[in-house]
Nanobody, 128 residues
Framework: QVQLVESGGGLVQAGGSLRLSCAAS????????MGWFRQAPGKEREFVAS?????????????HYADSVKGRFIISRDNAKNTMYLQMNSLKPEDTAVYYC????????????????WGQGTQVTVSS
């Protein structure tokens, strides 16, 4: 099993920045890729970004982004700390959601079904 714990959410004004963290524990050697998803009130959970977990200590390549966050959000990881990050810049009110981190044993993907483990989520609220 892999346990995931998100942190770093909060309230920020439009145009501001936040950095989310996702700490992984347990059988982290089984992780192939990790991702961030979000769910706004009344909406379905959606893909935000994903990154390959293996290969080096700190790695920015082999990552993918939803069009809505491309150029504003940066996903990264630090394997030495077993932690994934999401740097969110130029935040908009439409970024308001609960943000979830997820881990996949087999895929670097955008689909919820491709992820095996999930955190509990952290709230991000962007005021206008």
């Amino acid at each position: 099993q892999v346990q995931l714990v998100e942190s770093g959410g909060g309230l920020v004004q439009a145009g501001g920045s936040l950095r989310l963290s996702c700490a992984a524990s347990g059988r982290t050697f089984s992780i192939y890729a990790m991702g961030w998803f979000r769910q706004a009130p009344g909406k379905e959970r959606e893909f935000v970004a994903s990154i390959l977990w293996t290969g080096g200590t700190t790695y920015y390549a082999d990552s993918h982004y939803a069009d809505s966050v491309k150029g504003r959000f940066i996903i990264s990881r630090d394997n030495a700390k077993n932690t994934m990050y999401l740097q969110m810049n130029s935040l908009k009110p439409e970024d308001t959601a609960v943000y979830y981190c997820a881990a996949s044993k087999t895929r670097l993907g955008r689909l919820i079904s491709q992820y095996d483990y999930w955190g509990q989520g952290t709230q991000v609220t962007v005021s206008s």
